[in-house]
């Protein structure tokens, strides 16, 4: 099982990344994806999640309308648009896969290694 996150780099304030996520070794279509970050000093939290099919998001509020999930289980990809980059977006973000959308991390049986964002001028 492997879920390898890409996409991060630094960024100035206002900026767009595209984060990904390639899944392998597991039925992907089976599983809901979500997206968590961790910033130095801080707990790993939650961003965005999406269900197996893609019919169903989630994001929390301090993303909403500035982030959006989406997946082609065709390729095995998850991606999360990230526009109007703020400083405070800056973390390690991590993509996780469960067997059902939930915002819960102890709820995620599989996790990638990360890819650091840093949003800075």
């Known amino acids: 099982v492997q879920l390898q996150a890409s996409g991060g780099g630094l960024v100035q304030p206002g900026g767009s990344l595209r984060l990904s996520c390639a899944a392998s070794?597991?039925?992907?279509?089976?599983?809901?994806i979500g997206w968590f970050r961790q910033a130095p000093g801080k707990e790993r939290e939650g961003v965005s999640c999406i269900s197996s099919s893609g019919d169903f998001t989630h994001y929390e509020d301090s993303v909403k309308g500035r982030f959006t999930i989406s997946r082609d289980n065709a390729e095995n990809m998850v991606y999360l648009q990230m526009n109007t980059l703020r400083p405070e977006d800056t973390a390690v973000y991590y993509c996780a896969a469960a067997k059902r959308i939930t915002t819960r991390e102890r709820d995620y049986d599989y996790w990638g290694q990360g890819t650091q964002v840093t949003v800075s001028s």
């Open positions: 070794g597991f039925n992907f279509d089976d599983y809901a």
